[in-house]
């Protein structure tokens, strides 16, 4: 067994740096929060990939506000600076404040909003396939850098959170990313099945009222890793409680946990988390050791995110069209 553990990052750009590289080599990836208060998430998390080897990046974004050819290219630039570890958590902003920020639309219903978000995750698939992996072919005999005949244009009719149509264009005007498709990262919300299950790997809060372990785990495909989030533990005593629950949690379905450290704690966390809370996963048999993973996979541990986190190598959606 080994247990997926993940944890949040602020874009702190005190702390935040020193954080990704103690977590590195260690956890297996860092969700980079965005409040709209700071730092861009995805522009942070491409600061984060050159600085790191093995940690898998991770941001954060709101698909309200936001276009999503642009979050498509974005996101899969970050996959080839971070060298195939990205990801992406997709989620909503619904408040006036969030909406004045960007002055484009009025605030969404959570509903809509999420309706929007499960449409705007298959567009992004669409755009990072637009490109054949052999679609860069350099022939300076023809001086041609791309095959046009290895890209697929999409026309996709969308509704944004507010009920107006628009439409995105492709292709892509960035290559495929180097994993196919970044993994991406939903949480588990009332009224947002769709995009979860859209999702590749889905989290939930064990907080009263919040949707159960045990129901996502009926619902979901066997294959999709659910993650429950955590408070991180900042004690001895605290990290012991810790290992406890995450083997119950486990044994409810779950395939590993978020510990939500905050931006004040996350260096002291990280710390915690390398010399003591893996050490006594390690002990405890719930998590392999570099070394046991390393020689799973043929004598190194894998790079790339998705086999970090048990996904199948991504097919294009394109696949069928060009064989």
Do not use: C
């Not at 010399?275 to 390393?294: D, F, N, Q, V, Y």
Request: glycine share 8%; net charge negative.
């Amino acid at each position: 067994m080994s247990v997926i553990i993940a944890t949040t990052l602020t874009p702190d750009p005190t702390t935040g740096p020193a954080t990704a590289k103690t977590l590195d080599g260690h956890a297996d990836f860092a969700l980079v929060t965005d409040d709209f208060t700071g730092f861009d998430a995805i522009e942070y998390a491409s600061w984060l990939g050159p600085l790191t080897g093995r940690l898998g990046i991770v941001p954060e974004v709101r698909t309200t506000h936001l276009e999503p050819f642009h979050l498509a290219t974005a996101s899969a630039t970050l996959d080839f600076t971070a060298r195939a570890r990205a990801g992406l958590a997709v989620g909503i902003s619904t408040t006036p404040a969030e909406a004045d920020l960007f002055g484009r639309r009025d605030p969404a219903p959570a509903n809509a909003a999420w309706a929007e978000a499960a449409s705007v995750i298959d567009v992004i698939r669409r755009l990072w396939d637009s490109w054949d992996d052999d679609a860069i072919i350099r022939d300076r005999a023809t001086d041609r850098y791309i095959d046009r005949d290895r890209l697929h244009y999409i026309e996709t009719q969308l509704q944004d959170s507010t009920g107006s149509d628009y439409s995105v264009l492709g292709p892509s005007i960035t290559p495929r990313p180097p994993q196919g498709h970044p993994p991406i990262i939903v949480r588990a919300e009332a009224g947002n099945e769709a995009a979860r299950a859209a999702a590749d790997v889905v989290l939930v809060d064990e907080a009263p009222g919040s949707i159960s372990l045990e129901d996502l785990r009926t619902e979901l495909d066997p294959g999709v890793p659910v993650l429950t989030v955590l408070p991180a533990p900042t004690t001895r005593a605290e990290v012991a409680e810790l290992i406890g629950s995450v083997r119950i949690l486990t044994g409810r379905g779950a395939a590993g946990v978020l510990l939500s450290a905050s931006a004040e704690n996350q260096l002291d966390f990280s710390v915690r988390l390398v010399s003591e809370i893996l050490p006594a996963l390690h002990a405890a048999g719930l998590r392999e050791t570099p070394e046991a993973a390393a020689a799973r996979h043929g004598g190194a541990e894998p790079s790339d995110l998705r086999t970090r986190l048990g996904l199948a190598p991504a097919v294009s959606l394109y696949a069928d069209v060009d064989a």
